[in-house]
């Protein structure tokens, strides 16, 4: 079964470093999202891009926050400078119908 | 606004019990609710949506407008379907989706 997959699995940064998240949805997908859990709180939504472009996104997708999908088969999720509250769960999901999306495994981010 | 509730944190059952798990939601225009289910250490999946009316793994889950609930019932719970249970909300004019806090399933043997 395709699989949506996300690297690092874990990622340690300092304060104030820039990050970068990387996933590769499942290949005949159309639509990508970025989702972030912080610890013992809910999924909460980042974003969606579409068309190669950001098709909507929440109000904790601030100006530090960027996505990109470079090459067709990758989308990321840059933070610009990292701050102590970004520590979470950060989960990318594809689908190709709007919903019913293939979540990938996340990647844990620490920031110290 | 949209909101998802999910009123319990922790539901324990005995292996073969009925299980519910509650969900209301909050949202003025055409829902759509769908289960997703973290197993231990692994990523988010699909259990069920609202309107492919289907049974997975035992499961199913019937939305009520009225009440506004998609409560998840199995009626025999086994042990591997211990697991986090999160209910979600969609709707036809955006395409994220908002969670509700989960519920964690415990089934004993």
């Known amino acids: 079964e395709p699989e949506v997959t996300q690297t690092p699995s874990h990622q340690v940064t300092q304060m104030g470093q820039e990050v970068i998240l990387r996933c590769v949805p499942i290949?005949?997908?159309?639509?990508f999202y970025w989702y972030r859990q912080i610890l013992g709180q809910k999924v909460e939504f980042l974003v969606s891009?579409?068309?190669?472009?950001?098709?909507?996104k929440s109000e904790i997708f601030d100006d530090q926050f960027s996505v990109e999908r470079p090459d067709g088969s990758n989308f990321t999720l840059k933070i610009r400078s990292t701050k102590l509250e970004d520590s979470a769960m950060y989960f990318c999901?594809?689908?190709?119908?709007?919903?019913?999306?293939?979540f990938g495994s996340g990647t844990r981010l620490t920031v110290v | 606004a949209q909101r998802v509730t999910q009123p319990e944190k922790l539901l324990s059952v005995f292996k073969g019990a009925p299980v519910e798990l509650k969900c209301n939601y909050s949202?003025?225009?055409?829902?759509?609710l769908f289960w997703y289910v973290q197993y231990s250490r692994q990523r988010l999946q699909l259990l069920l949506r609202?309107?492919s009316r289907e049974s997975i793994k035992g499961f199913t889950a019937d939305l009520n407008k009225g009440e506004t609930s998609f409560h998840l019932k199995k009626p025999f719970a086994q042990e591997e379907d211990s697991a986090m249970y999160y209910c979600?909300?969609?709707?036809?004019?955006?395409?994220?989706?908002?969670f509700g806090t989960g519920t964690r399933l415990q089934v004993f043997p």
């Open positions: 979600a909300l969609g709707s036809y004019n955006t395409d994220k989706l908002i």
């Open positions: 949202y003025s225009g055409s829902p759509e």
């Open positions: 891009f579409y068309n190669n472009e950001i098709s909507e």
């Open positions: 999901a594809s689908t190709n119908t709007g919903y019913g999306y293939t």
């Open positions: 609202h309107i």
């Open positions: 290949s005949n997908h159309l639509y």
